[in-house]
């Protein structure tokens, strides 16, 4: 049985930092390309970055750019993302996602994605 579960949500103040982990388990991890998306209440989920089975990230949002960073162990079946300057209009849900995509295509779509976590909710005051 795949699980993907995150940590490490909380509550921040703007230009704080959080760091999300997703531990992985029931896949051969590294064949995997792991993703970051999060949903703000009442709005749609949107992709946030990838990083592909080579470590490499790929493409991310300009809205996170510079401020976020992404990475992963593949001993440890982890990926982490780094928030930094955080802001409120970063306040959603996050989710780590796995694809069997291992390069990252079409990493900014939820359909590319076969393997979803339960989300840790990310909240910061202005």
């Known amino acids: 049985q795949v699980q993907l579960a995150e940590s490490g949500g909380g509550l921040a103040q703007a230009g704080g930092s959080l760091k999300l982990s997703c531990t992985v388990s029931g896949l051969q991890f590294d064949d995997y390309a792991m993703a970051w998306f999060r949903q703000p209440a009442g709005k749609e989920r949107e992709a946030v970055g990838c990083t592909k089975w080579s470590g490499q990230t790929s493409d991310i949002s300009k809205s996170v750019k510079g401020r976020f960073t992404f990475s992963r162990d593949d001993a440890k079946n982890m990926v982490w993302l780094q928030m930094d300057n955080l802001q409120p209009e970063d306040t959603a849900t996050y989710y780590c996602?796995?694809?069997?995509?291992?390069?990252?295509?079409?990493?900014?779509?939820?359909?590319?994605?076969?393997?979803w976590g339960q989300g840790t909710r990310v909240t910061v005051s202005p």
């Open positions: 996602a796995a694809t069997g995509n291992w390069n990252c295509v079409r990493w900014n779509q939820e359909a590319s994605y076969a393997y």
